[in-house]
């Protein structure tokens, strides 16, 4: 089992950051992917959108509206993982989760993670 907690979320007026932080224990090789997602009010949970994932080797990727914005970081196993937003806008606005899987699959879905903490909050105000 793996168990999630994330904080750091909150409200800031656009072009603001904030740093939200992922805190993991359980087991190890069940969490050889992590990720941040997000989802917006109205959607469920399917239609949360995959935001930035890590997998074991360091490997970052991105959404295409979040590159060069927010950047995922994790020292090691066994520390927090973290994910930067930087510049941000209103859309961004959005209840935001950690996820863990065994690995990074290519489109990486929610369907496919089987481990998420119960989410912090970001609102953008312009």
Not at 78 to 84: A, E, M
Not at 92 to 100: Q, S
């Amino acid at each position: 089992q793996v168990q999630l907690l994330e904080s750091g979320g909150g409200s800031v007026q656009a072009g603001g950051s904030l740093k939200l932080s992922c805190t993991a224990s359980g087991d190890t090789y069940r969490r050889g992917c992590m990720a941040w997602f997000r989802q917006v009010e109205g959607k469920g949970r399917e239609g949360r959108e995959r935001v930035a994932s890590m997998d074991r080797t360091g490997r970052a990727r991105y959404a295409d509206n979040v590159k060069g914005r927010f950047t995922i970081s994790k020292d090691n196993a066994n520390k927090p993982l973290y994910l930067l937003l930087s510049t941000l806008e209103p859309e961004d606005t959005a209840m935001y989760y950690c996820a863990a899987s065994d690995r990074c699959i290519p489109g990486l879905a929610p369907r496919d993670v089987p481990y998420w903490g119960q989410g912090t909050h970001v609102t953008v105000s312009s």
